[in-house]
């Protein structure tokens, strides 16, 4: 079979970098090979509305069967890729067929890390629309939620069980949730929210082992110090990696993600791009290689790529600002730029029109390396757009204090080291 632009991956970077490519003029074959049976569906409403049963899967498709028509894109459901071979142009699929490309768009996002306990049943990942079905039919049943990892999507997990009047417990061997992406005060703020909706946080403390429990819940999780926790479902939430390990003999350069220049393209390799969580873009002013696991990026460069291939003599960089979103226990908490470890973190807690705002801004030589907000998004796009002009850290401050009736601003420098 011959077909000019082949996506592999029917998830959001696949399906808007096909909408793109129409939108862009690009008139040639599509075809897209998708792993799931299933029209594609957006992931980030699986944690939150989905999970608690106030939308339907057909809320948040990512396209419809019309559309497909209308776009004429060859969707191929259930066909898992499983290896390329660029020098013949081809791509190499589950059931033994090839296909031929002309252009390759590898799409196919990030997997769950694998943990010993995922074969006891009822414990789960949580990355598709039949892991989430499991997860939303125990909290159905009040069955008590136990997650594993403190990350952003277990603690949206655990939030959203909360909501739903379910137990539920995060288990995390950091010393807070959230520890490796963003800062101190922060985590310590989500975890408060976490504590005062009666989610079970225990920090510090790892598995040691899950196994079947004769009792109602049917699961019981042995904890570091010698606690048990009984779940009627648990969620094994510990990371996740960029989903390469079937390219491993296709020569294709891959070091913690599929290696891209400022374009999309992937080095050496002409005519393959990769875009979203599998791809790891050149990022021209910072002169390193980045990759973040977010939905806006995973949108944004499949718009670039999209661009590039339809011109492929007027190519543009992506260098946007990273950005991601999650809701836990009511709140919107919006995350611009990349926190490290060795940022200074400054806390503003404000209040303006009665309403409670809470930030926390991140410092490197002076400049915003990253900024953190809580139901504060009328205020975060100047955030991004002032991290991108690589702004003062005190006009940044000055801002969000300015925009408030009182605040409180705390500095991490001005207080005495530990
Ligand atoms: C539960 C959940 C909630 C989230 N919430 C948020 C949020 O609130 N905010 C935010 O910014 N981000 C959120 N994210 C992250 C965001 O959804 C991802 O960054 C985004 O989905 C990445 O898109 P992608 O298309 O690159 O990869 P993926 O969404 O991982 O999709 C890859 C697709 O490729 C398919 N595939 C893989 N290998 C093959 C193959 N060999 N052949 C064919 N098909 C293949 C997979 O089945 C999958 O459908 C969330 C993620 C999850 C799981």
């Known amino acids: 079979m011959e077909s000019s632009v082949v996506v592999i991956g029917g998830s959001v970077a696949g399906i808007r970098v096909c909408q793109a490519l129409r939108s862009e003029g690009f008139m040639g074959e599509i075809t897209i090979l998708s792993e799931e049976l299933g029209l594609p569906y957006d992931l980030p409403p699986l944690s939150k509305t989905y999970l608690s049963g106030d939308q339907e899967r057909t809320d948040f498709q990512l396209l419809s069967d019309a559309d497909?028509?209308?776009?004429k894109l060859n969707l191929m459901r259930g066909v898992t890729a499983i290896a390329i071979n660029p020098r013949e142009r081809q791509v190499v699929c589950s059931e033994g067929?090839?296909?031929q490309y002309k252009t390759l768009v590898i799409a196919?996002?990030?997997?769950?890390i694998a943990a010993p306990w995922d074969k006891v049943e009822g414990v789960t990942q949580f990355r598709t629309i039949g892991e989430a079905n499991l997860v939303r039919r125990r909290i159905e049943q009040k069955r008590a939620v136990v997650v594993i990892g403190g990350g952003f999507i277990g603690s949206e997990v655990a939030s959203t069980a909360r909501a739903c009047g379910v137990p539920a417990t995060i288990i995390e061997r950091q010393p807070t949730l959230l520890y490796t992406a963003i800062g101190p005060k922060f985590c310590t703020y989500i975890q408060g929210l976490h504590v005062a909706a009666g989610v079970t946080v225990l920090c510090n403390t790892s598995v040691e082992s899950v196994a079947k429990d004769a009792g109602r819940d049917g699961i019981i999780v042995s904890l570091s110090g010698g606690r048990k926790v009984s779940a009627g479902v648990v969620v094994s939430g510990i990371g996740v990696r960029p989903n390469t390990a079937w390219l491993e003999?296709?020569?294709i350069p891959i070091n913690q993600g599929i290696l891209c220049d400022e374009f999309g393209g992937v080095l050496g390799f002409p005519d393959i791009y990769a875009i979203g969580d599998v791809s790891l873009w050149f990022h021209p002013s910072r002169m390193i290689h980045t990759s973040y696991g977010h939905w806006t990026r995973a949108t944004e460069t499949a718009g670039v790529v999209a661009h590039n291939i339809a011109r492929p003599k007027e190519?543009?960089?992506?260098?946007?600002?990273p950005f991601f979103w999650t809701w836990q226990h009511g709140?919107?908490?919006?995350?611009?730029?990349r926190w490290s470890a060795t940022d200074r973190e400054i806390a503003i807690k404000g209040e303006t029109h009665g309403k409670v705002k809470f930030a926390a801004l991140y410092e490197n030589q002076g400049k915003i390396t990253c900024g953190a907000a809580v139901d504060w998004p009328d205020k975060v796009p100047w955030l991004r757009a002032a991290h991108a002009q690589n702004k003062s850290i005190d006009e940044c401050v000055e801002y969000l204090r300015s925009n408030c009736d009182h605040a409180v601003v705390e500095d991490q420098s001005s207080q005495p080291a530990k």
């Open 315 to 321: 190519k543009i960089p992506y260098n946007a600002v």
């Open 331 to 337: 709140k919107f908490i919006q995350v611009v730029g």
């Open 108 to 112: 196919c996002g990030a997997r769950p």
């Open 249 to 251: 003999t296709s020569g």
């Open 68 to 71: 497909l028509v209308s776009l």
């Open 97 to 99: 067929r090839t296909i």
